[in-house]
């Protein structure tokens, strides 16, 4: 552990880390901590941040959506800059995972919309229906991955009026326009995805909240490469390194896959459900109600770095930049280095 900072509220989503700092949503609000030592140096009460998944910093700005609106804050002085507000029970856009150039911000809807705002100001530059007028049962934006000059949206189609089946499709957009390139959706009635896709090369991979598939499809095309059926559902998004992907389910398995056909390197059983994970150097840390630390070549247990308890357990995603996992709790924000 390098350093520890309590923070008011549980820790949430993910934390954005920049050259001097590490910027972090709770419950109550959201802060900026030095990255060296983890001490405050500002706190912004927002609210509805304990539904965000993601925050970025872009510049001079902190970018993060929450319950009912996107906000851009300074990131010297947390002051709000501009905040876009939209209808809790229609349209909020604190499920999908967020995504950011130089200048636009790309935002998922509860009511199946991608937008791209300007950071400058909020303002939508332009806005495409994922849930197209065939989607009867209405659909949920999962997350958005950019790659060059295109978006690529994740997102769950409803196939029943209580949403019990449903599909998960990806859809490749022109991140300048928003025009649409491909769309991919899965067969049957029984995946979904609650994340933004991770590229593996020329490859989307995309975990499955549902079932407990592992999908990789073609970048260019939206034709599907290799689907894998594992041990439980994923919380949160597989993790990609050289031509391996790494990802951990709510049934307590932790699997390496090879990107290019699915099949199985390794495999090993965690102490719980698993809702994210990152590597860190020649490390897996694995957040479930701890952190678990495995070896990225075997899946061998190498430690916890933290351990859960009655009182405090891991609350946000895991977050490496630079050979350091960032994780939250229900208490405090937690900076560990790898080796």
């Given at each position: 552990?390098?350093?520890?900072?309590?923070l008011v509220g549980f820790v949430e989503g993910e934390c954005a880390v920049t050259s001097d700092a590490v910027y972090a949503a709770t419950d109550s609000g959201l802060y900026r901590l030095t990255r060296d030592a983890g001490q405050p140096l500002w706190f912004a009460r927002v609210q509805g941040l304990?539904?965000?998944?993601?925050?970025?910093?872009?510049?001079?700005?902190?970018?993060?959506?929450?319950?009912?609106?996107?906000?851009?804050?300074?990131?010297?002085?947390?002051?709000?800059?501009?905040?876009?507000?939209?209808?809790?029970?229609?349209?909020?856009?604190?499920?999908?995972?967020?995504?950011?150039?130089?200048?636009?911000?790309?935002?998922?809807?509860?009511?199946?919309?991608?937008?791209?705002?300007?950071?400058?100001?909020?303002?939508?530059?332009?806005?495409?229906?994922?849930?197209?007028?065939?989607?009867?049962?209405?659909?949920?934006?999962?997350?958005?991955?950019?790659?060059?000059?295109?978006?690529?949206?994740?997102?769950?189609?409803?196939?029943?009026?209580?949403?019990?089946?449903?599909?998960?499709?990806?859809?490749?957009?022109?991140?300048?326009?928003?025009?649409?390139?491909?769309?991919?959706?899965?067969?049957?009635?029984?995946?979904?995805?609650?994340?933004?896709?991770?590229?593996?090369?020329?490859?989307?991979?995309?975990?499955?909240?549902y079932t407990g598939y592992v999908i990789a499809i073609d970048a260019a095309t939206g034709v599907e490469r290799w689907r894998r059926l594992l041990r439980g559902f994923f919380f949160g998004a597989p993790v990609v390194r050289g031509d391996t992907v790494f990802a951990a389910t709510a049934a307590s398995?932790?699997?390496?896959?090879?990107?290019?056909?699915?099949?199985?390197?390794?495999?090993?059983?965690?102490?719980?459900?698993?809702?994210?994970?990152?590597?860190?150097?020649?490390?897996?840390?694995?957040?479930?109600?701890?952190?678990?630390?495995?070896?990225?070549?075997?899946?061998?247990?190498?430690?916890?770095?933290?351990?859960?308890?009655?009182?405090?357990?891991?609350?946000?995603?895991?977050?490496?930049?630079?050979?350091?996992?960032?994780?939250?709790?229900?208490?405090?924000?937690?900076?560990?280095?790898?080796?």
């Amino acid at each position: 552990m390098i350093w520890s900072t309590p923070l008011v509220g549980f820790v949430e989503g993910e934390c954005a880390v920049t050259s001097d700092a590490v910027y972090a949503a709770t419950d109550s609000g959201l802060y900026r901590l030095t990255r060296d030592a983890g001490q405050p140096l500002w706190f912004a009460r927002v609210q509805g941040l304990s539904g965000s998944k993601r925050v970025l910093a872009r510049g001079n700005r902190v970018l993060t959506s929450g319950v009912g609106s996107v906000q851009a804050h300074d990131g010297a002085t947390g002051t709000l800059l501009w905040e876009r507000s939209f209808d809790v029970n229609k349209a909020s856009p604190d499920f999908a995972d967020l995504a950011a150039d130089d200048a636009l911000l790309y935002v998922g809807l509860r009511d199946g919309r991608s937008l791209a705002l300007a950071q400058s100001d909020g303002q939508i530059v332009w806005e495409h229906s994922i849930a197209t007028a065939a989607w009867s049962f209405g659909g949920l934006i999962g997350g958005s991955t950019i790659a060059g000059d295109t978006l690529y949206v994740t997102a769950n189609r409803y196939l029943s009026a209580n949403g019990f089946e449903e599909a998960a499709v990806v859809v490749a957009l022109d991140r300048r326009t928003g025009r649409e390139l491909w769309r991919y959706q899965s067969g049957g009635i029984d995946s979904g995805i609650g994340h933004a896709a991770v590229l593996a090369g020329a490859t989307l991979v995309v975990t499955d909240a549902y079932t407990g598939y592992v999908i990789a499809i073609d970048a260019a095309t939206g034709v599907e490469r290799w689907r894998r059926l594992l041990r439980g559902f994923f919380f949160g998004a597989p993790v990609v390194r050289g031509d391996t992907v790494f990802a951990a389910t709510a049934a307590s398995r932790i699997y390496a896959l090879a990107a290019s056909d699915g099949r199985t390197l390794w495999t090993g059983e965690l102490d719980a459900g698993a809702t994210s994970l990152d590597v860190c150097r020649s490390e897996l840390f694995v957040g479930d109600l701890h952190v678990e630390v495995r070896s990225a070549s075997s899946g061998r247990r190498v430690g916890l770095a933290f351990e859960g308890s009655a009182e405090e357990i891991v609350t946000s995603l895991v977050k490496v930049v630079e050979d350091v996992a960032y994780v939250g709790t229900n208490r405090r924000l937690i900076a560990f280095r790898c080796r």
